[in-house]
């Protein structure tokens, strides 16, 4: 993977092919060949990846929905290419969908991996502002992604597409057991980051807790 040569991931479509229904907004972000170059880098460092979300329910305390693997792991330059795509292609969209909310940073985006039969998260809602996937591959069975209150899935995104939510409260979503194969997303959170870019007049890292302001 070129990592220099970030602007070639761009789908072309990228935030002109629009669609929204009940607030999910859908459009095209990377092509399909970038995606399976994500999905090589993850099998590359298929031994880095972590379990970083833990249910807190007592009664499947042991068991984590999915692995994870940062794009600040991977480069902070990645880290930084896909804020400057995320700000100049889906903010602009998100503003105008939602007139009152605005995008302020982010937490590092990290490819999610379902590889065992059985596999799934159970009905939630996440933490930040905005939620997006980005789905890696198809070449699997099971594990869609359903949002009960919307009666919507993404089973039916091509590869490269993404999908983006309101997180907190309207959009609680579960994913579906996976029956075979291998799952590859890519998840985007928001992040309210509040420190000041005055210093530099531009977006600041923070190693800290994986962030970029805008």
Not at 25 to 42: G, M, N, Q, R, S
Not at 65 to 81: G, Y
Not at 160 to 165: M, N, Q, R, S
Not at 187 to 204: F, R
Request: net charge positive; with cysteine; hydrophobic share 30%.
């Amino acid at each position: 993977m070129n990592l220099t040569n970030y602007k070639k991931a761009i789908h072309p479509d990228c935030g002109k092919k629009v669609d929204v229904y009940k607030d999910i907004v859908i459009t095209p972000f990377y092509t399909e060949k970038f995606c399976d170059d994500l999905v090589e880098l993850a099998k590359f460092y298929n031994n880095k990846f972590e379990r970083y979300i833990k249910y807190k329910t007592q009664e499947i305390t042991n068991t984590s929905p999915w692995n994870t693997l940062f794009f600040s792991r991977i480069s902070n330059l990645l880290f930084e290419n896909f804020c400057g795509h995320y700000k100049r292609y889906i903010t602009p969209v998100l503003e105008k969908q939602f007139a009152c909310s605005g995008v302020d940073g982010w937490f590092s985006p990290f490819i999610i991996k379902y590889d065992k039969p059985g596999q799934m998260v159970h009905l939630h809602n996440d933490i930040s502002s905005f939620t997006m996937n980005v789905k890696l591959n198809t070449d699997f069975e099971g594990c869609d992604l359903e949002f009960p209150r919307q009666g919507w899935s993404n089973k039916d995104i091509p590869k490269g597409w993404c999908f983006i939510w309101p997180s907190t409260i309207t959009h609680p979503h579960q994913s579906k057991p996976l029956i075979k194969g291998t799952k590859y997303t890519l998840a985007s959170w928001t992040h309210p980051v509040s420190w000041s870019t005055k210093d530099n007049g531009g977006s600041i890292y923070s190693k800290d807790i994986n962030a970029i302001n805008t």
